[in-house]
Protein backbone atom coordinates (compact mmCIF):
# COMPACT_ATOMS: atom_id res chain seq x y z
CA UNK A 1 0.00 0.00 0.00
CA UNK A 2 1.13 3.43 -1.04
CA UNK A 3 1.75 5.97 1.82
CA UNK A 4 2.35 8.62 0.36
CA UNK A 5 -0.36 11.57 0.63
CA UNK A 6 -1.97 12.90 -2.48
CA UNK A 7 -3.42 15.85 -0.86
CA UNK A 8 -1.80 18.06 1.74
CA UNK A 9 -3.52 17.12 4.97
CA UNK A 10 -4.23 21.04 6.31
CA UNK A 11 -5.55 22.94 3.15
CA UNK A 12 -6.15 20.25 0.64
CA UNK A 13 -4.08 21.13 -2.10
CA UNK A 14 -2.88 18.26 -4.64
CA UNK A 15 0.40 17.42 -5.35
CA UNK A 16 2.32 19.99 -6.99
CA UNK A 17 -0.25 22.67 -6.48
CA UNK A 18 0.14 25.86 -4.11
CA UNK A 19 -1.09 25.46 -0.75
CA UNK A 20 -3.50 28.26 0.59
CA UNK A 21 -1.93 30.67 1.73
CA UNK A 22 -0.04 30.28 5.03
CA UNK A 23 -1.30 26.67 5.56
CA UNK A 24 0.52 25.27 8.23
CA UNK A 25 2.59 22.88 6.06
CA UNK A 26 3.66 25.20 3.41
CA UNK A 27 7.30 25.77 3.09
CA UNK A 28 9.23 28.80 3.57
CA UNK A 29 10.99 29.51 0.23
CA UNK A 30 13.38 31.34 1.97
CA UNK A 31 15.11 29.40 4.67
CA UNK A 32 13.13 25.89 4.31
CA UNK A 33 11.65 25.55 7.21
CA UNK A 34 7.50 25.74 8.43
CA UNK A 35 6.34 28.74 6.92
CA UNK A 36 3.84 29.55 9.45
CA UNK A 37 6.44 29.32 12.46
CA UNK A 38 9.91 30.44 10.38
CA UNK A 39 11.00 34.25 11.01
CA UNK A 40 12.05 34.90 7.70
CA UNK A 41 9.18 38.03 7.44
CA UNK A 42 10.86 40.04 10.09
CA UNK A 43 13.92 40.06 8.42
CA UNK A 44 13.33 40.22 4.74
CA UNK A 45 10.71 43.05 5.11
CA UNK A 46 13.10 44.75 7.47
CA UNK A 47 10.11 45.72 10.02
CA UNK A 48 9.75 48.55 12.30
CA UNK A 49 9.64 48.23 16.13
CA UNK A 50 5.67 48.80 15.62
CA UNK A 51 5.68 46.11 12.89
CA UNK A 52 7.67 44.02 15.26
CA UNK A 53 5.41 44.48 18.17
CA UNK A 54 2.01 43.49 15.94
CA UNK A 55 3.43 41.00 14.72
CA UNK A 56 4.28 39.33 18.17
CA UNK A 57 0.95 40.59 20.03
CA UNK A 58 -0.61 39.04 16.35
CA UNK A 59 -3.79 40.25 17.47
CA UNK A 60 -5.71 41.29 14.36
CA UNK A 61 -4.43 41.34 10.75
CA UNK A 62 -7.17 42.93 9.09
CA UNK A 63 -6.02 46.42 10.91
CA UNK A 64 -2.73 48.78 10.53
CA UNK A 65 0.06 47.97 11.30
CA UNK A 66 -0.23 43.79 10.73
CA UNK A 67 -2.68 44.33 7.63
CA UNK A 68 0.18 45.88 5.45
CA UNK A 69 2.97 43.43 7.27
CA UNK A 70 0.92 40.09 5.64
CA UNK A 71 0.36 41.73 2.45
CA UNK A 72 3.94 43.02 2.17
CA UNK A 73 4.67 39.06 3.33
CA UNK A 74 2.68 37.37 0.73
CA UNK A 75 4.20 40.26 -2.03
CA UNK A 76 7.59 38.86 -0.79
CA UNK A 77 6.72 34.70 -1.21
CA UNK A 78 4.98 35.60 -4.52
CA UNK A 79 8.27 36.83 -5.79
CA UNK A 80 10.54 34.48 -4.53
CA UNK A 81 8.02 31.80 -5.20
CA UNK A 82 6.04 30.07 -2.94
CA UNK A 83 6.99 25.33 -2.51
CA UNK A 84 4.18 23.68 -4.12
CA UNK A 85 3.44 20.30 -1.76
Known amino acids: MDNVRTNCPDCGCARGELHDVFCTKERCPFCGGQLASCECNRTVLD ?8 LDDYVD ?5 LKSVVER ?5 EEKGRIPW
Open 61 to 65: DSIEP
Open 73 to 77: WREAL
Open 47 to 54: LSEEERTA
